[in-house]
């Protein structure tokens, strides 16, 4: 992992990666979650985390994750328009 400015509001691969292995494990595709999990912990962990991420995914879809909107009713960008990359 990358350590950041603590003001920079970039997203890199790591973050890139846990996001697209919690997104299929939560998707239902079990077989690609364990390849994946295989290759971040040592393979006897690999069915825990990939349960996990199911798991923590399921939670997030739930949450109905958004936007917030601004105290005066108009809804602002999520990230802000800078990208910045590394």
Known sequence: ?????????????DEDCSATFITTAADGEQADAMLTARV???????PLIASLATDFGLA???????APEALDGQSRPLFP??????
């Open 60 to 66: 997030l879809k739930q949450m109905h994750l958004g």
């Open 81 to 86: 328009p800078k990208v910045t990359l590394h």
């Open 40 to 46: 971040l912990v040592q393979p006897n962990i690999a």
């Open 1 to 13: 992992m990358i350590q950041y400015d603590v003001n920079c509001h970039c997203f890199g691969s």
